[in-house]
């Protein structure tokens, strides 16, 4: 397993999108970990000369998190391109919002978007931080994003 640090601007060099993420409790000015099957590491990271995918679960740990708000909808559909909506064909987005709101000027703020769990909806994450973030994955499960794109249900999270 290999760990690298991405507090800061490095954060804006991994995306989720294509990942699907998992998370559990969440403590006050502690340590908040979210597993993610799919990150994608930028070039700019200087882990290869190329964007690259981990088809694996990385760990992606923040220490010193005060606040944490997920806006998630459920997807209607298997293929994950419909939302529900409720009887007057409104969106039904909701809201979780984790530690207090209060004091957040030392924080930096994080937003992660990707697939939630096992494809039960889309969310977005942000994270209020004041410590560092690192990722941890394992570097026999990076691939190319070619390879990645060219046969995406290979790669995917089952």
């Known amino acids: 397993m290999k760990q690298i640090d991405v507090t800061g601007e490095r954060f804006d060099f991994v995306d989720y999108s294509e990942g699907n993420i998992f998370f559990d ?12 099957w799919g990150a994608t590491l930028m070039h700019e990271l200087e882990i290869d000369e190329q964007d690259i995918y981990v088809a694996g679960m ?6 010193d998190v005060a606040y944490i708000s997920i806006n998630y909808g459920i997807y209607a559909n298997e293929e994950g391109t419909k939302f529900i909506k409720d009887m007057d064909g409104n969106s039904t987005d909701m ?11 030392d924080y ?4 992660i978007g990707g697939i939630l769990g096992r494809y039960a909806g889309y969310g ?3 994270i209020y931080c004041k410590g560092k ?13 070619t390879e990645f794109c060219l046969n995406t249900e290979k790669y995917r999270f089952h």
């Not at 930096?108 to 937003?111: A, I, P």
């Open 25 to 36: 409790t969440f403590s006050e000015k502690e340590t908040f970990v979210i597993k993610v």
């Open 133 to 145: 973030i690192k990722l941890t994955y394992d570097e026999k499960a990076l691939i190319n994003t």
């Open 95 to 105: 809201q979780l919002v984790l530690g207090k709101k209060e004091n957040l000027s």
């Open 124 to 126: 977005e994450i942000t």
């Open 108 to 111: 930096t703020e994080y937003l």
């Open 58 to 63: 990385s760990d992606l740990i923040f220490e």
